[in-house]
C-alpha cells in the first residue's frame, strides 16, 4: 500500500470559533456548575417560577430531567413526551411522509403541535396556570408549547450526533418509543420528520433563549448564556469559518484520509467526510477555555442575511445549498453507479424545492484512476434497464458495456447535472461538490456487494428509471463535463479558471493558482472553498474586519457574504511555493 501523504498531518479536526468579549465566567461545566447557576436565577422567596428546559429531538431529556430534579427539587414536573399522542397514533400521522421505502420519505409538512395530544396538552396548562408558588420543571421536545418561560433553556443536538445515538439504539424517533429499531430507518424518519418538525420550532424559540446547553457529552454537560451563544453566532458571520468535520467508514472506503486528516489507523476504511455540510455538522463557538457545540446549522437560521447574501437568502430561505465533502477509494473500491433526480422528480416526489447536481473534484489518484460518466454512445436503454432489474438476483452487471469509462488524473475536474449515470472508482480521492440535498442517490448497481451490517445496500431501480437523461453520452462528456476549464483572469503571481459546474447546476466554481497574495470579494454571496494543493495558506482582510485565518491542506472554509474584501496567500511552509483553491459559490446573474 502507497504512503499517500509524505508530511506530517496538519489538518485540524477540531477548529473552532474563539467568541470576542465573553468569557469563561458566561459558561457552566459540569451538572453542579448548572445547578448552582440556575439556583441562583431561581427566586429564594415561594413565588412561582417556571423552568422550562425544550429539546431538540435525540437529547436525552431523562438524564436531564433526573440531574435537575435531584439538584433543584421542583415542586411540579412536566415531561413533554407524557402529552404527547399515543406512539401507534404518531406513526399513522407521519406515515404519508415516511412512507413505506427504505431510504426516502416525503418532507414534512407538520409542525411540533400536531404531535401533542391537545387535551392533555389543555390540562397541564391550566395546572400550571393556577399554581401561585413553587418551582415548576418542564422539561423536553416542545416544553415551550406547554407553559410560558421564566427561564428558558434549550438544549440542543447536532444531527451527527443524533445519527451515533441511533446507531448505539440510544435514541427515539420523536414521540415514540422505537430505540433499536434499524438505525437507517430511524434517520430516514428524522430526516423527512423529526428534525424538520424540531427546526421550526427551536428557529422561533433563539431570540430567547436564556441558557443554552450542550449535552453531547451526557456526563459533562457544558451550559452558556444566551446573550453570549447569539453573540457566538453574529461573529461567525462576520468572519472565516469552519465547521466540525466528520468522518465515517463505508463499504468502499480507503486509506487516504487516515494520513492527510490523521484519522484512527486501527479502522478498516474511511469512506465520507462531511466537511461543510450546515444541516449536520457542529460548530464550537469558545468562550475563554470552554467549547460549546450547536449544531451549524443554527448559524444559518440565526444570521441568514450576513451569511449567504441576499440573494442566496431570498432563493433559497435558510438553508446552506452548497455541500463539500470527501469521497475516499484509495485502496478501496468503486461507488455505486448512481444517477441523482431531475428538479422536477425531486419535487415532486420527495417535497425537496432543488436537486443534487454535484462535481467530482480530483484531489488524488493512485493507479489507475477512472470515473464511469455517460451512457454509451450506443446504449439501448430497455435493454439496459432489464440488466439492472436482472441483477438484483443474478448479482452481475456488465456496467462497461452500457456507461462510459474515463481515466482521471489530479486536479481533473467532473461535472455531474441530476440525469447523468456516474460512479467515481477505486484508487481516486474525490472533493465532492454539490448542492445540498444529499441523500438522493439512486443506486443502479453496487458491484454485488454487502453493507457493513452484512446486508446488500438499497437498490433504487425504480426511481433511477425514471430520471435517466439517455441523451447525456459519452460524446458530450470531453471538454463539457470533464476539465470544462476556461481561464478567466491572471496577475502577479496567481492564475484564476473557471471549471463549472453544468448550465444545468446553479453552483460555480473558481480555481486559484497562486505563490503570491489574491484578492477575492463574496460579491454579496456565501463562498465555500477548500485548500487543494499546498500545506497551508492565510485568509486576511485588507481592512482588518477579521483575525486572520490559517487554513490547511485539504480543510474547507466558509466566507461569509457579510465579509466582502478578503485575500488569501501562501503561508508558513508554503511561502513561496504554489498553493491552489477550489472556490464554490451560487450564481446569482449570467
Known sequence: MRNFFTEQSNYDKQPFVAVQGYGDTCCQAGWKDIADQLRNRIPLSKEKHVLVVDCYTGVDGQRILSELTKALSPDYTVHASE??????????????????????????RLHLIDFFDPFKLAEAKEKIEKMSSGLVLVLGVGASLIAAADTLIYADMPRWEGQLRFRRAEADNLGVSNRGFKASLQYKRAFFVDWRVCDRHKKKLMNHWDYVLDTVNNDFPKMVTGEAFRAGLRQAAERPIRVVPFFDPGPWGGQWMKEVCDLDRSSANFAWCFDCVPEENSLLLRFGNTEIETPSINLVFFEPQKLLGDAVHGRFGDEFPIRFDFLDTMGGGNLSLQVHPST?????????????????YILDVGDDAFVYLGLKDDVDPESMMDEL?????????????????????????ILIPGGLIHCSGANSMVLEISATPYIFTFKLWDWGRLGLDGKPRPINIGHGREVINWSQTAKEVPGKLINAVVKVDEGDGWIEERTGLHEREFIETRRHWFTKPVSHHTNGTVNVLNLIDGREAIVESPSNSFEPFIVHYAETFIIPAAVGDYTIRPYGESEGKNCVTIKAYVRTQS
Do not use: N
Not at 87 to 101: F, K, L, N, S
Not at 348 to 360: A, I, L, P
Open 83 to 108: 402529552l404527547m399522542k399515543a406512539g401507534d397514533a404518531i406513526d399513522q400521522m407521519v406515515y404519508p411522509d415516511v412512507t413505506d421505502d427504505e431510504v426516502f420519505g416525503y418532507l414534512t
Open 389 to 413: 432489474y436482472q441483477s438484483t438476483s443474478s448479482g452481475a452487471f456488465d456496467a462497461e458495456k452500457h456507461v462510459a469509462k474515463w481515466s482521471i488524473k489530479k486536479h481533473d475536474h
Open 344 to 360: 422536477e422528480y425531486i419535487q415532486e416526489h420527495f417535497g425537496m424545492r432543488y436537486t443534487q447536481d454535484e462535481s467530482y
